[in-house]
């Protein structure tokens, strides 16, 4: 048994949208604000009862309050002789609900005939709608209708303020059905669940329940699945800080003693194996009670000398207690080993566990409590034998959710943890393989090294979208990487070995900019540091991927839905072969680039791609643009402006920073070559003697001594890269603009 699917509906910002889960590891990555947390809140939430009533009005999808507070107008103004609308069908559409889809085998029917849509179900998928709403709206009627008739009554009964220039603006609660919930939520509202229609699971929407739905009675989920957590801890306001493991109990000594007060201590529930040590710990008690004893005798001799105890005084008898737990329940009762003799004999250095570095006994508390929670779930040892647990059947299925992890690990422990945290989830005999009990992991995180150690197949993209419509928030959806990287192709699998080769923060960032050469690599992020200080401030990942390779990534950046900015050569050949030559207008040459040639803006003359207007070199959806050499004027002498076409990236910054070149004649290199070349008189000779250096140039160390020299402020970027630049801000100024307004828009409508 597994869960296949989520569904997830008007829980914050994941208005609607499908979550599917690997057998095994799930990773939710996505930019900050894109729903990771709030995809793993619904989980927490809806899935553990005892979370349920963390469910708050602000976990409502906020353009759903408008037709919420409709709904309680409508009540408000109903009159008196009409009946008002009290069914459920108003509101369904615009509670948090969740689907979840259970793939269960036919072995495994007897744990779920009770919830079976009917007697013909021969295995497959099954789901249960678990929906936050109103436990009933008659009640929920009587209770907003008073309290709203109560504090329209108190203000009307009130004297008039005749006061044009300060009128009253007092309003008594509740003002909207909001307001009133807001106060009441848990009083009227509760988690029901329903059983959904398998026939309609693989449907891209979520299914809607017929009129005649009647919730189930109790948990569905009871003796279904285990479920554990482990919060991200952020330490200023985490909603679920009550839940999993808090911060003090973090260190191993204290996880060590909750291991062993569940699992070992011999004291409880004790068995044969348990005798030896019971024995030991009775003769130690006596041998010190006798010790105390002899020790304590004069004192206690000098108090009796004091006529007490008297004769009907009880006698002071020592008495001492061995707990177990209290050889673990101080700082050094878990050492680390520093030096070891070579002896065995020989004295072992130790320190305590608050000596060693933090990310390592953050790693320990991390793979110790998943370890806690398999040994729970699985019941080993004294959990065994405790009341209900000998006959009530172990949970088929073991869901654990991990929050963050980056926030306890740094860099290289994450990518440990996340190798490991698996294989220790099933690390026990009736584990493993073993297919008759499943182990799922979600892991939602926004580190670059754990997703980098991931199966990509694994990944959920949580993608940010814009306005639907006026009025509406920005909301999520979520694409299963799988589709992008589960397909046994060309693309596919260059997409999977140039990720594992660089740093996968393109799974996180506000935008993507593609770049040709090491030159642009180390300069672009100059330009946008010294020129751009909005980009300066989002988060965009830069990517040395070449011309004639960016176009390898456009599945998986439309698939991402992320804005991108190409930046690339011109790369222009001769007419009839594949030769290079200098770019000029009306001699029949084509460009060799691949990202030009079949992505934007999807020309092949030269002539043609120079021309191309500014719409061509944007995608349809307006999420990625091509920025590539093009014709620039050029004031080369007398202020005179000229036309150039410059070949690829060094020229056109040459030709961009003329003054600044033209004294660079005492450096090396290419510097030097474009240096000489930019001191010739006429820009005609300067344009080739550029191609011609650029042939054999070596344009990373061009780019380093640049900026060893150099002041980045004072390096202009070229013209055709100030424009990409431009675009960048712009889409991302409108990103964010949409994502205020929204929200202050909202903000307003609900106060």
Known sequence: MNISHLDIQNFRKLKSCRVELAEEKTIFVGANNSGKTSAMDALIMFLKKSKRKDISTTDFTLSNWAAINRIGEDWASSPDEEAPDLSIDPWRPLLPSIDVWLHVEDRQIHYVSHILPTLDWDGGLLGIRLAFGPK????????????????KTTMSSRPANNDVESPSVLALWPKSMRDFLDKDL??????????LDPAKAERSEPQELPEESEPLDGDPFDGLFKIDIINAQRGFSDPNAGEGVSNTDRRLSSQLRQYFDKHLDPTELPDVSDLDALEAMEAARTAFDQKLKTGFRAAISELEGLNYPGFSDPQILLSSKVNPLEGLNHDSAVQFRVVRGENPAETTLCLPEKYNGLGYQNLISMIFNLIRFRDEWMRVGKARKREGDDSRPLEPLHLMLIEEPEAHLHAQVQQVFIKKAFNILRNHPDLGDQPQFSTQMVVSTHSSHIAHETVFTSLRY??????????????????????????????ARFATRYLKTTHCDLFFADAAILVEGPAERMLVPHFIRCKYPDLDRSYISLLEIGGSHAHRLRPLLEALGLLTLVITDLDSIGADTNGKVRPTMGMGYRTGNDTLKSWLPAKIPLDDVLNAPADSKQSPDGTTRAAYPSITSVEYQDGQPEQAIPYTFEDALALGNLALFKGMTDKTGLIKKLADAVNTAALGDACQAMFDALKDGKKAEMALELLFTTDPHEIQPPEYITEGLDWLKDKLNEHNTELISAGVAEGERNV
């Open 136 to 151: 009933s709206t008659e009640d929920l009627y009587k209770g907003f209708i008073a309290a709203f008739s109560a504090a």
């Open 186 to 195: 848990h009083k009227y509202f509760a988690v029901n669940a329903y059983v």
């Open 462 to 491: 949580f993608r940010r979208q814009g306005l639907v419509r006026p009025n509406d928030v920005p909301c999520a959806t979520v694409v299963n990487m799988t589709a992008t990287f589960g397909a046994d192709t060309d693309t």
